[in-house]
């Protein structure tokens, strides 16, 4: 049996970012963006180990939050403005010599500036590495979008000079492309790396790099929020298939005890009709209250409003339906915090329904987040699980009959 080598996964993300402010823990497309990078390391099979090396203490309990290890916190003199990729990773590899004696093969380097990455990206190049013991370094690079011997720079007389010649062709800028030489962008999805090739070598590269071609369609580089915004679709286009840390969604829960529902857009359909005195009111479905019912009278089940809003119409609504509600409630996830801890409750076992973004805070300390049809999309993106009906259309009754239905097996 080959035995299976040390592979590090080490993602470089410091606090400070002049262009983005907390750019590392902005969200990209319903996850921090530093979220991609540690999933694409998990999700690989080649990879032993992932940590995140940074000075923030923010962005250290963020990245454990999603699977990383943070196992010190950098030095403030290797996250400054002007600090190369070097000496970051040589501090990494020293501190985890010298404080766990761990001492890894091969080291892959994750920017979280590109965090759309192909599934199956890491494994395929650490593989080459391993399969080319003369290569120091496996780095991602995609075609050139412009191509650098049609480039100039001006000299110190105002003249425009060529960057690069071609040998045999005189006046490369003035040929057709299909006759000067390929030529291709390093990207920051993946570099791996002999461990030796930092240590001894003192380089990041080493002298002999091997590229790993990658679908252009995949490019992405996080400099300004509007490329937070651009890039961000790409997660969804049915063209690439990329590593999601969302998509790993938990699975219904085995056990069940509380149910607790928003109630706009979740008991209703999220609208409100107002007369002529500014009284208001709301449409719920008949369907839904029948399935509350149900499980009332099956199960142990505590079924509870949670909402935003101040209204009659709500605690109307909860009488008639004859369960418990809270309201006026701005922060959801401190009031189920406190549910849990004065009622006892275990956390796994409580599911929350919710459509909007005020929901989304309450995902954390719920075992199992559901959504209506038409909630609103980084809901959609960030439930375990989409409901095929909408709010106040049904969406409650599909839900408790999954419940009864787990609970009958």
């Not at 938990?250 to 999220?270: A, E, H, N, Q």
């Not at 009622?343 to 954390?364: M, Q, S, T, W």
Request: proline share 7%; net charge negative.
């Amino acid at each position: 049996m080959v035995e299976r080598p040390e592979v590090l996964a080490l993602i470089p993300a410091r606090g400070g970012s002049k262009g983005i402010p907390r750019k590392n823990l902005r969200d990209f497309a319903g996850a921090p963006l530093i979220a991609y990078s540690i999933a694409a390391a998990l999700q690989s099979e080649m990879v032993t180990r992932v940590i995140v090396s940074t000075d923030d203490a923010e962005i250290a309990e963020v990245a454990r939050a999603w699977g990383a290890e943070t196992p010190f916190l950098r030095p403030a003199e290797f996250a400054q403005d002007n600090t190369t990729d070097f000496p970051v990773f040589g501090h990494a590899l020293q501190w985890l010599r010298e404080n766990e004696g761990y001492q890894p093969e091969i080291v892959v380097q994750l920017r979280p500036t590109s965090p759309v990455r192909p599934i199956g990206l890491l494994d395929e190049a650490i593989r080459k590495l391993l399969a080319h013991p003369e290569a120091d370094c496996v780095r991602g690079v995609v075609p050139s979008g412009q191509n650098p011997f049609k480039m100039w720079q001006i000299n110190r007389d105002g003249q425009l000079e060529p960057i690069l010649m071609v040998a045999g062709l005189r006046e490369p800028y003035n040929a057709p492309r299909q006759d000067l030489p390929d030529t291709y962008w390093q990207t920051g999805h993946i570099d791996a790396i002999r461990a030796k090739t930092i240590l001894e070598k003192h380089s990041l590269t080493g002298d002999v790099i091997l590229p790993l071609l990658i679908d252009p369609l995949y490019t992405v580089d996080i400099d300004t929020v509007e490329d937070f915004h651009n890039s961000a679709r790409l997660i969804g286009d049915p063209r690439i298939e990329a590593v999601d840390p969302l998509k790993n969604r938990r699975s219904f829960p085995r056990k069940v005890s509380y149910l607790i529902m928003d109630f706009d857009g979740v008991l209703t359909d999220d609208k409100v009709y107002t007369d002529q005195d500014g009284h208001e009111s709301v449409r719920s479905s008949r369907s839904d209250g029948f399935a509350i019912g149900l499980l009332k009278e099956n199960t142990t089940i505590h079924p509870l409003i949670l909402s935003r809003e101040s209204n009659p119409v709500v605690t109307a609504r909860a009488l008639k339906l004859g369960i418990e509600v809270f309201q006026s409630v701005m922060k959801k996830d401190l009031a189920i915090q406190g549910l849990i801890k004065d009622r006892k409750l275990n956390a796994a076992e409580i599911i929350y329904i919710g459509n909007d973004l005020n929901d989304l805070v309450v995902l954390p300390f719920v075992g199992y987040f559901v959504c209506p049809a038409d909630a609103n999309p980084k809901v959609i993106r960030q439930a375990d699980l989409v409901l095929n009906h909408a709010g106040g259309q049904g969406a409650v009754r599909e839900l408790i009959e999954l419940i009864l239905d787990q609970v009958s097996h």
